[in-house]
Each structure stands twice: as C-alpha cells, then as structure tokens.
C-alpha cells in the first residue's frame, strides 16, 4: 500500500512536467525571449527577431521525436531528425548556434547542430567560439557556410588560431568564459552569471542560478542573499541528484519529507535529518573536489563583456559580482575544506 501511495504520488507530481515533455529545455527559450535575456550576436544584444526558433515553431520545421530515459515516463530528450540519424538538441544547442551566432532560421541551425555531433564537438561551446571568431575578425553574423567552413578549418588544425581554439575561448576582456568553460546562454542576471563562475552548473539541467534570477526579477536584494540562496538550491539539487540524478525533475525529489516517504515504500527508511545531512555532506564533498582539482573562487574573473550589455536586472556591477564571489569563498567554499 505504501508503495502504490508514493508511486502514485510520484507519477502525479511527473504530470506537471508535460510542458518540458512535449518541448524539452527549448521551451525555456520562450521565457528568455520574454525577459530579454537571450545573447545575440556574442552578446551584443540581447534578444533575436522573430519567433522560429520557439520550442513548437523549431520542431515543426525540422521534425525530429521524442525519448526517454529508462524508466522516466517524461520524455524531455529531442532528437533532430537528419538525412541518416538523428541528433539531441536543447537549450543550449539551439542558443549558441542559433541567436548566439545572429541566425535564427530553424534549417540552419539544425544543420550546425548536426555538424557539431557529428564531429565530436559540444554545441555550447562551438558556438561560443564561432561568436567569438566572427566578432573578432570582422566577419559577418548569420553566415552558415562562413561557420561550416570555420569548423572544417578548426578540426584540421592547420592555422595557428585553429590550435589555439582547441582548448577553447582564450581569457580576455570580451571573451563569453566564465571558470575556463565557454558561457551557458542564459544572460537573467547575477546568479546565472555568479553559478557559472562559481562552478555549480555548466547545463540546463544542474544550473540554478538562472532559475533563481527570474524569481529576483524586479526585487532588491543584497550581495549575501543571493549567495545564500543559490547555495540552498545547490543543496536541494544534490538531495534530488542522490536519488534519481536527473537535475530536470529536482523539484519532484528534492523535497525531503517526499523522498522519506519514497524510500519508505520500498523499505529503505531514511530520515529527514539523514537526508539532509548526506546532501550536505556531498555538496561539501564537490567543493573539496574542485579545490583538490585546482579551482579557486578567488582566481574567478568577469570578463567585460557580461558588464556592458543591459541582463533583466539592468548593468551588472563587477563590484557586487565580486562581492558575491568573496562571501561565497569566505562562507561557504573555505568552510568545506576548500581553499
């Protein structure tokens, strides 16, 4: 009986989740467009013309279907449908080859997709480097043969600035790099910037800073605030990743007094208190990973550019950026054993 309660309970909870089923991450992309939040042409704006690239319109003109993973009855994987194969896409993908680069025709940004699975290489950060060739060399956006050349010439490796990009977008004042890894194509504000920075989610699926920061949207709120909550999120997120480790559906389980009843109906009782303190005790876990593995909040950089362009909260300030970064290392990094 207790399982059929928590199994039913668990299948309910899944029911609110049929927009992220029907469209995947891409049904973000509506929001953003909303808020004015979506890098253009390498960030130098902040939103794209036109409505072809939304979750519905994008499917209807490239076709493709839907997966799931195994056992998961929701089924947020997309796959582009392409001459022999399909291909995923998300979010992401769709961002840094699409408006990222200034193209906004579904055909081709699909096409740059392909392209990028095909050759191995990860559609975020290909696309960050195309923006950042095509603004330096002052070349023009929107160019999908200028770009699939590029990518020829990037994987032979023959030029110098070809070697050079392999292992991604060089440090500098207008390069989209936060923490050595090229920019998740959210611009919301503060946290979205400050949890890249940071190292606490490189994806859709394991960043809560860009979630945090619509719930912010036109609120006053101080430096120490938005620490604190990104870190609780963080926290929530590894209960939930203990237990099923898909990040999409965190809300579901990440829910202590939930998860105590779900692991109750299978005999596995586990306290709330237990719960809460194994995910606390692996969240600290990762952060003295990252400070084993050389990372250190006080080496974190914002490059200029995230400066100069207007987020949904305004121009952010390197000043309080900073001030986060240090609260952060002083209150919550230090204290888990990093350093």
Known sequence: ?????????????????????SDGTLRNLEVEKKIAAVPFKNLSETNFPGDSLLAPNFLDTVGGKRVSCAGCPVGCIHLLRTDKQFVPYDYESVVSLGPLLGITKPEEVAELIRQAWNFGLDPTSLGAVLAHITEKE????????????IIDAFLSGKERWAKELRSGLPEGPQSLKLSGMEFLPYFNGYAS??????????????NRG??????????????????SLLVDAERKKTLSELLVGCGYLAPVFEDPAFAFS?????????????LKSTAE????????LQANLGFS???????DRFLEIPSPHGYLKKERLENMVNIYKDEIFETAGGS
Not at 215 to 227: P, S
């Open 1 to 21: 009986r207790k399982y059929e309660e928590a199994f039913n309970k668990t299948v309910k909870r899944l029911k609110g989740f049929k927009e992220l089923s």
């Open 138 to 149: 002052g070349l023009s956006f929107a160019e999908l043969d200028t770009y699939s050349t």
């Open 193 to 206: 910037i400050l949890s890249q920075a940071l190292m606490l989610g490189a994806t859709t699926e394991d």
């Open 210 to 227: 860009y979630l945090l920061d619509l719930d912010l949207i036109g609120k006053d709120f101080e430096d120490a605030e938005v620490v």
């Open 262 to 274: 779900a692991l109750e109906a299978i005999g596995s009782p586990v306290s709330h208190e237990t």
């Open 281 to 288: 005790e692996v969240f600290k876990k990762k952060l003295s």
């Open 297 to 303: 909040p006080a080496q974190v950089k914002f490059p």
